[in-house]
């Protein structure tokens, strides 16, 4: 099992940037997938960014070139830097784990784009 939690979020101005982070509660050396997902109220939940155990990564098209996603084994921890946002950028961002064919969600951040 494994617990996720998520920081960083708050209030930005469109054009800046903030880092996110999920901490987990043991080691994701061995964690195949981790994602970072994002949803507004009346939407379904929608994929913003994945890494994998090689570094693989994938991003939502609407993120590419303005988001990086990273993992830090030794800190037990994935990263997901979100630069030049736009108010559509505004959602709870959850972090999400995969291991051995389970889902860990954590509790969700949430990041508003406003001036």
């Known amino acids: 099992q494994v617990q996720l939690v998520e920081s960083g979020g708050g209030l930005v101005q469109p054009g800046g940037s903030l880092r996110l982070s999920c901490t987990a509660s043991?080691?994701?050396?061995?964690?195949?997938?981790m994602g970072w997902y994002r949803q507004v109220p009346g939407k379904q939940r929608e994929l913003v960014a994945s890494?994998?155990?090689?570094?693989?990564?994938n991003y939502a098209d609407s993120v590419k070139g303005r988001f990086t996603i990273s993992r830090d084994n030794a800190k037990n921890t994935v990263y997901l830097q979100m630069g030049s946002l736009k108010p559509e950028d505004t959602a709870v961002y959850y972090c999400?784990?995969?291991?051995?064919?389970?889902?860990?969600w954590g509790q969700g951040t949430q990041v508003t784009v406003s001036s």
């Open positions: 999400k784990a995969n291991t051995y064919g389970l889902n860990y």
């Open positions: 043991r080691s994701i050396f061995g964690i195949n997938y």
């Open positions: 890494i994998t155990t090689g570094d693989i990564t």
